[in-house]
């Protein structure tokens, strides 16, 4: 069985920064199609950054520029580093595949950006 731990989230103040990290253990499976979901609250899960195939990465216009996702096959983890963080960013960061599998969702890590 495949289990997410999502970490690294916290309070920060506008303009900091945080890289969140996403820890994979379980059945087979690639990381190298796996993506950054956030939920908010009273908002829909949006994905915001996700690798493609060839290597490069997909990312939603408002993280565009201030997020990059990696990723160490050899740990089997997923980051998401954030920087220049907006109010806007606050929510429940999630790890997944791309398209999401519903079974995998984790708990999340929180982060709050205060202005």
């Known amino acids: 069985q495949v289990q997410l731990v999502e970490s690294g989230g916290g309070l920060v103040q506008a303009g900091g920064s945080l890289r969140l990290s996403c820890a994979a253990s379980?059945?087979?499976?690639?990381?190298?199609?796996m993506g950054w979901y956030r939920q908010a609250p009273g908002n829909q899960r949006e994905l915001v950054a996700a690798?493609?195939?060839?290597?490069?990465?997909n990312y939603a216009d408002s993280v565009k520029g201030r997020f990059t996702i990696s990723r160490d096959n050899a740990k089997n983890t997923v980051y998401l580093q954030m920087n220049n963080l907006k109010p806007e960013d606050t929510a429940v960061y999630h790890c997944?595949?791309?398209?999401?599998?519903?079974?995998?969702w984790g708990q999340g890590t929180q982060v709050t950006v205060s202005s």
């Open positions: 997944n595949m791309v398209p999401p599998r519903g079974a995998y």
């Open positions: 379980g059945s087979i499976f690639s990381i190298n199609a």
């Open positions: 690798f493609r195939s060839g290597g490069s990465s």
